[in-house]
T-cell receptor, first 113, second 112 residues
């Protein structure tokens, strides 16, 4: 298995533009998590899905952020409109049934200018 | 709601010094416990994990952690650190509800 795959690896966009981050979890994993990591706030859980259903989105900072998981093999995190303070590394992680270890993707480094 | 607390935000040690990073969690049910490491510029990787059995868990690169249920703790230890251990370390808790909660992380800087 190739592990958790995120795309793009880097994204630079202008303030106000829509940004879509993508994640492909490990096949067979039924939980998917989106995290944001910054120097100031550390690692923050934004939202997590269980069996494609959003379970807890209390970490989503604002209505500008939305996440979907249309099927077991794909999830998106969208920011519309983007702002400079959204600049961060966004990680996706998946966990198999039974709560074993989380496997992280390489992350998407987002820079909003 | 479950939470994870890492007591030290930044630890600075000299090579060969011993390391102990604190981690406490709050959750009344069954948990699985993890330590992850993030080297500079890289993504998180699993260091070690505890599910059940022997509360002293040995991981990669000489790290170990001890689960003390009565204290809700899962501290990470290494007898002698190396410069290459410079990284950020995260403690995490998974519950049977499927939720994974991470601590704020501890940055370890090892001086050569």
């Amino acid at each position: 298995d190739a592990g958790v795959i995120q795309s793009p690896r880097h994204e630079v966009t202008e303030m106000g533009q829509e940004v879509t981050l993508r994640c492909k979890p490990i096949s067979g994993h039924n939980s998917l998590f989106w995290y944001r990591q910054t120097m100031m706030r550390g690692l923050e859980l934004l939202i997590y899905f269980n069996n494609n259903v959003p379970i807890d989105d209390s970490g989503m900072p604002e209505d500008r952020f939305s996440a979907k998981m249309p099927n077991a093999s794909f999830s998106t995190l969208k920011i519309q409109p983007s702002e400079p303070r959204d600049s961060a590394v966004y990680f996706c992680a998946s966990i198999s049934t039974g709560g074993t270890e989380a496997f992280f993707g390489q992350g998407t480094r987002l820079t909003v200018v | 709601a479950q939470s994870v607390s890492q007591h030290n935000h930044h630890v600075i040690l000299s090579e060969a010094a011993s390391l102990e990073l604190g981690c406490n969690y709050s959750y009344g049910g069954t948990v699985n416990l993890f330590w992850y490491v993030q080297y500079p510029g890289q993504h998180l990787q699993l260091l070690l994990k505890y599910f059940s059995g022997d509360p002293l868990v040995k991981g990669i690169k000489g790290f170990e952690a001890e689960f003390i249920k009565s204290k809700f703790s899962f501290n990470l230890r290494k007898p002698s650190v190396q410069w290459s251990d410079t990284a950020e370390y995260f403690c995490a808790v998974n519950t049977n509800a499927g939720k994974s909660t991470f601590g704020d992380g501890t940055t370890l800087t090892v001086k050569p």
